[in-house]
């Protein structure tokens, strides 16, 4: 082989290394895209709870407040754990009520489900015109069963009880309140996850 022989295998040599070399990027890339394509379509398919309606407040015989919650998601939910507190908007005392649910059911996708907080009359007497007022924290957690993936939320409310025989809706809280809830909860040592 002569003198350009020998360069043109050695040019041949290192066009040969870089098009393998580019071509191992460019599958790379394709890789990490792809992945990332299916986290985010994943994510999208996961189920998720939304509050359906605003919260229902029954006062005609005791007190009951209805959280009807809606699976917006694709995945249904399944293992669903709901933990309450109902904690005076003083933020001082024990939690009125602290349970703990679990539901047996899966919800399929725009499928509902209910989570009713009924109070004892020691709670909460409704036949006074006045109920001091209360806020109420929700923690779900439940399992996308296709994933096995586990996901948690917390939903913040405020009840303003009853003023003068009038029922009070039931709102969200604001930045400020959610702070001082969870000062609270951090003082009295209590957890939210189930």
């Known amino acids: 082989m002569g003198y350009y022989g020998e360069k043109f295998a050695k040019w041949s040599s290192i066009i040969a290394t870089i098009g393998t070399s580019i071509l191992a990027i460019t599958a790379t890339i394709t890789v990490t895209v792809t992945l ?74 725009n499928m509902a489900s209910s989570l009713l907080i009924k109070f004892k009359s020691y709670e909460v007497d409704n036949s006074e015109p006045d109920v001091s007022p209360y806020y109420i924290v929700l923690h779900l957690e439940y399992t996308d069963p296709f994933i096995n993936q586990k996901y948690q939320q917390t939903l913040y409310y405020r009840w303003d009880g009853i003023a003068g025989n009038e029922v009070q809706p039931i709102v969200h809280v604001e930045v400020r309140e959610k702070e001082s809830i969870l000062n609270y909860l951090k003082k009295q040592k209590i957890k939210i996850q189930t």
């Open 36 to 109: 990332n394509a299916w986290k985010i379509d994943r994510e999208s398919s996961r189920p998720y709870l939304s509050l359906q309606d605003s919260p229902k407040i029954e006062a005609k015989s005791g007190l009951s407040l209805e959280f009807k919650f809606n699976n917006v998601g694709t995945h249904p939910v399944v293992n669903l754990a709901s933990r309450t507190l109902v904690i005076e908007q003083e933020l001082e005392n024990k939690p009125l009520q602290n349970d703990t649910y679990y539901l047996a059911n899966e919800i399929p996708q």
